[in-house]
Nanobody, 115 residues
């Protein structure tokens, strides 16, 4: 069993920055793909960014050049650095860990971009 605990959400003005963190309760980065998803009101949950166990990174098109996913293997922590935030980035952001036969979700953290 793995627990994922997100933090770092909040209210920010357009153009601002936030860093989300996701702490895993045990070391899993060597075998799991880690990802950030988000879900805006009335919309389906969507993949934002992912990093495989081998370090391959992918971003959804709308966040490329603005968001950066990274991980600290020693701290078992995944990060999402978000810059130049836009109102359309407003959503609940979820941390996800998945491998063959297993998938885990965090509880989510709210990000609101508004003036």
């Amino acid at each position: 069993q793995v627990q994922l605990v997100e933090s770092g959400g909040g209210l920010v003005q357009p153009g601002g920055s936030l860093r989300l963190s996701c702490a895993a309760t045990r070391s899993i980065f060597s075998t799991y793909t880690m990802a950030w998803y988000r879900q805006a009101p009335g919309k389906q949950r969507e993949l934002v960014a992912a990093v495989t166990s081998g370090g391959i990174i992918n971003y959804t098109g709308s966040v490329k050049g603005r968001f950066t996913i990274s991980r600290d293997n020693d701290k078992n922590t995944l990060y999402l650095e978000m810059n130049n935030l836009k109102p359309e980035d407003t959503a609940v952001y979820y941390c996800n860990a998945n491998t063959i036969g297993y998938i885990y979700w965090g509880q989510g953290t709210q990000v609101t971009v508004s003036s």
